[in-house]
């Protein structure tokens, strides 16, 4: 089967199934994928204003019900604790494993978060003739901590997470008016130019994912992630948080064009 | 003093003086006013996910800390419990009085809720040549009762209610492209050109607001409207619920150009 080609409910069935087990990069091509922070309700409202004051880090495309494993609006017949290739667990601010289906750990207090992610701007900047250095490379894209503090809600705090994209400076401007078109996928570039002026000591050394090649008369560009969230976690150490494992993200029934309206 | 070229922070302190007691239309040029929903903590997450999950009626500019009548982001120096020319409270989904100050009424529980408004993006439609009747008719909007039904979140449920401008047909596409740049302040119209199709009866007797006229070769255009937590709170019966009342709006430090990005 051609991932690239499959539609998300065929994907969704075969990552259920544990026959997909990869990160989903490139997979269901023109449909959003999204990250996935699962807290026990205790936490849900502190979260839920966590993303409503960080809205470019945490843009919310779908929040479940208590202790729903359903969703209502992006994906229909899904498994929120079955339909992503890799999970993490974090007990206390401490990765504590990483599983390829959470029903055993579900529990009837979780609330899901689906977030936004950045792969569906990608497709756009594609379109529009920008590359992406990371999809040329075969990798995972790279991530860095910041130093640029979040609004802290209730007991979450923390520092943005970014991804990073090198781009030819005659491209930077398109690059910002094509994402800035996308809101509900993290929207236009935070930083362009200069890591060190947001806290990234070596841009050789991603937090997260792989380094990619920045080639002579390339600019870094910075965007939020959706990644963040896991380092808030990690700061602000709720009891138990189900996570998406980077780069393996849920795949939506959402077309990345009509998250532009 | 002219009140449309004076400050946010002037006019919002002749508010809290009791020096200005009228609708705030056309006061502080090119600032943001905001809706005005503020409820106990016990409500507050269903009406936070109420508003995740209905964004063109409820798109939110700042939630507030529980019992703080102070504003972190949209505000310097305001107090919300007096900085509105005219409050309305609702005890289990019933009017039950209006207010130029609520401070008597304050609780240590109570939590803000400050949504976007329509005002912003008039200013926006003025400065494209489009005309708005009811700053030419100087009244209020009207406002009517949909049946469009908004995503239900916990204990809230209900209709839209939508803002309606009517426009030469010319006019209307343009009108679509300058709202539609503005998602924070309820975006693109949700209907153009027929009242019955959305459940709205009678055009000329709006549920709030004033009526205004519509010429020959003109289309009513409906906007979704940050009165629609009014009519979910009448719906859900929440035991205490303090609002603006239509029209009496809080004045915000935000450009309007600003929730552009």
């Not at 495309?61 to 229909?76: F, K, M, N």
């Not at 560009?221 to 780069?247: D, E, L, R, Y």
């Amino acid at each position: 089967m051609d991932y690239a080609k499959a539609s998300p409910e065929a994907v969704r069935k075969l990552i259920r199934e544990g026959k997909i087990t990869s990160p989903t990069t490139g997979m269901c091509d023109g449909y959003a994928q999204a990250n996935l922070v699962c807290l026990p309700k205790e936490y849900a409202y502190d979260f839920l204003l966590f993303s409503q004051r960080n809205p470019r880090s945490c843009p919310l495309l779908e929040v479940t019900d208590e202790g729903s494993r359903a969703l209502r609006e992006i994906a229909s017949g899904a498994d929120i604790a079955k339909d992503i290739p890799r999970y993490r667990i974090y007990e206390n601010g401490v990765l504590t494993g990483e599983y390829e289906d959470v029903s055993a750990f579900w529990r009837d207090d979780l609330v899901s978060f689906l977030i936004g992610c950045s792969f569906s701007f990608e497709g756009e900047l594609l379109s529009a003739d920008i590359p992406v250095r990371q999809i040329e490379e075969g990798c995972n894209v790279p991530m860095y901590n910041t130093n640029i503090p979040c609004r802290s809600a209730g007991i979450f705090h923390g520092n943005m997470v970014v991804s990073m994209r090198p781009l030819p400076y005659d491209l930077v401007p398109k690059a910002v008016l094509v994402t800035g078109a996308m809101p509900r996928v993290h929207g236009a570039p935070v930083h362009i130019g200069f890591p060190e002026a947001i806290g990234i000591r070596d841009i050789a050394h991603p937090d997260y994912g792989d380094p990619v090649t920045i080639r002579e008369g390339e600019v870094p560009v910075f965007w939020p992630c959706g990644v963040t969230p896991q380092n808030v976690i990690m700061a602000s150490k709720p009891s138990f948080v189900i996570t998406h494992s980077p780069g393996h993200m849920f795949i939506t029934d959402i077309k990345n064009v009509n998250l532009k309206y």
